[in-house]
């Protein structure tokens, strides 16, 4: 669960306090959105009770396997009596006489969800004790995970005022505690790539940031997006929805040219293929001129992608013509490298790729301005733009952390829906390389700069673009895309025009397309050049 995420508490009977009387302004946020009540200035106070607590659960496991057993706690949210009740409690038990007439069989975990536990459960003479040490290790283990995410918290805040020497010992202190819960799922998994990150951050400043040009070898990108691809819905709505807005795009043009701005695999063509093989009148021309890095063993994978792409357009009887740029960054394609003809329709298809030209300030000039000062002139009949739906360009170290950390939880909660293996596992090293990037990296190096879907519209709009719909055929493909995923949680909406792609009520990724304004002022179109790469 992600730590901002509400859980729904069913408990009964009062047991509030003063925190729990507190005004909205007063409740602390992170801990509000966990589900506990505690005033912002009573977090010291609570924080030393949950020390002795803690302690108590270690050094007396007989009094709290009697706690356990025979005490119902009533609004376990109210995290401050909850804790003083327990304390209070475990000082009387080793009074009690222990031939105390039990108590009906219903105990309440300290954590949020209730727990009802049926006469069965009884029958074996053992199941008391494993149940009341099951009981004792979700308390502590929802304890930690408090704990963990303001320990975060405080160290992110530590790093943006510079006092690394204070945050690099509480990076051991969260090394520490991540021992005491499930690391493989929730917010223990999502705290121990932020660790992680944060560890880098402080004790390797100079070592290579992931996303960076001198980082992972294009292979391993690619490899790691294809199984992101297979994993999760994410790519495959982009995809989709791309797709769609193009084929609606190309409708009555007999040649048309697709500049994809990340080519990977290729994945996304084959369907795009297919479509048009199907188009009414028949299909068209259609010229693919895919950008990707250059092969570092020598091979030209962009011409073998584009080989295979021409074996399927063949199978189907659509023409096509394929040709590829070799290109660390999208701000080295120059518009001639393209050879974009002047009667051809043109569709600019970028895959999250548009926050890699973006800067922590903008100026004049920047890359990003400068990339779709060329499509602009290209005048294409659509530009699909999918983008991740987060503020992770935020010039200030805390802001963008505390955004990345609730971003990446919402994120790694939906993976869980995921049963492929090892797909899901190597669709987690992708995601934790995105984390690293937004928090060890600043400057040049600092590639995964993801902005709002309000941001691009103010952006695009200032560049000479105006919005296009996607219409109800988008919509439709993108809602029985999710058919495929067993999971309730995935959710599209239709936002001014746009699509999104999140986890319950949490977009996480934002499709849009657009067309380019006419300029009276500029020429459309550009000029062929002949260029070194090669085509097929």
């Known amino acids: 669960m992600s730590p901002y995420d509400s859980a729904t508490s069913s408990g009964g009977g009062s047991g509030s306090s003063a925190s729990s009387s507190a005004k909205p302004s007063e409740i602390d946020g992170l801990l509000a959105g966990a589900g506990y009540k505690v005033r912002s200035s009573d977090l010291r106070h609570v924080a030393q009770r949950l020390e002795r607590l803690e302690t108590a659960m270690v050094n007396s496991p ?26 209070s409690e475990l000082h009387q038990t080793a009074s009690m006489p222990s031939d105390l007439p039990d ?24 199941a008391p004790q494993q149940l009341n040490q099951f009981t004792v290790v979700t308390a502590m283990e929802e304890d930690s995970g408090i704990r963990l995410v303001h320990m975060l918290m405080t160290c992110a805040e530590s790093v943006q005022r510079g006092e690394l020497a204070f945050a690099g010992s509480l990076i051991e202190d969260m090394q520490a505690l991540l021992t005491r819960v499930n690391t493989s799922c929730g917010i223990g998994k999502v705290a121990d790539y932020f660790i992680d990150a944060l560890r880098r951050r402080i004790f390797s400043p100079q070592s290579v940031c992931f996303g960076g040009s001198g980082s992972a070898s294009p292979y391993e990108n690619e490899v790691l997006y294809h199984h992101f691809y297979e994993a999760c819905p994410y790519l495959k709505f982009a995809h989709f929805t791309a797709n769609q807005a193009i084929l609606e795009a190309f409708d009555g043009h007999d040649c048309v040219h697709v500049i994809d701005f990340n080519l990977m695999h290729g994945l996304q063509w084959p369907a795009l293929i297919q479509a048009l093989a199907l188009r009414p009148g028949g ?23 584009g080989l295979r792409l021409a074996e399927l357009a063949r199978s189907v009887n659509v023409r096509f013509a394929f040709r590829g740029v070799a290109a660390l960054r999208l701000e080295d394609v120059k518009p001639w490298m393209l050879q974009v003809g002047p009667k051809e329709a043109v569709a600019v298809n970028s895959i999250m790729q548009l926050h890699r030209l973006l800067g922590s300030e903008s100026t004049r000039n920047s ?36 955004e990345a950390l609730y971003y990446y939880s919402t994120m790694f909660d939906s993976l869980e829906a995921c049963t492929l293996q090892p797909e899901k596992a190597l669709a987690e090293i992708y995601i934790q390389r995105e984390i690293c990037n937004v928090v060890c990296c600043e400057g040049l190096a600092r590639v995964e700069r993801h902005e709002p879907l309000g941001k691009w519209r103010a952006r695009l709009g200032q560049a000479g673009f105006r919005p296009l719909q996607l219409g109800s055929n988008a919509f439709k493909q993108a809602s029985m895309l999710l058919t495929l995923f067993s999971a309730e949680g995935y959710c599209v909406e239709e936002k001014e025009g746009c699509l999104t792609l999140g986890w319950h009520s949490r977009p996480l990724i934002a499709a849009s397309a657009w067309q380019a ?12 050049h002949h260029s070194n790469h090669n085509a097929l």
Do not use: C
Request: hydrophobic share 40%; aromatic share 4%; proline share 11%.
């Open 103 to 126: 108590l009906p069989d219903l105990m309440v975990a300290p954590a949020i969800n209730h727990t009802v536990v049926s006469d069965a459960a009884w029958t074996d003479q053992d």
């Open 517 to 528: 304004v006419p300029d009276a002022n500029s020429p459309l179109g550009i000029v062929n």
């Open 367 to 402: 890359p990003v301005e400068v990339v779709l000062g060329w499509i602009r002139n290209l005048n294409p009949k659509i530009m699909t733009v999918i983008e991740q739906e987060a503020n992770h360009n935020q010039p200030g170290f805390m802001d963008r952390f505390t």
């Open 283 to 305: 299909p068209p021309l259609l010229r693919l001129t895919g950008i990707g890095p250059p092969s570092p063993d020598g091979r030209d994978s962009l011409r073998e992608v």
């Open 62 to 87: 007989v009094e709290i396997s009697h706690l356990a057993s025979d005490a119902v706690h009533y609004n376990p949210s109210d995290i401050a009596s909850w804790v003083d009740s327990l304390l």
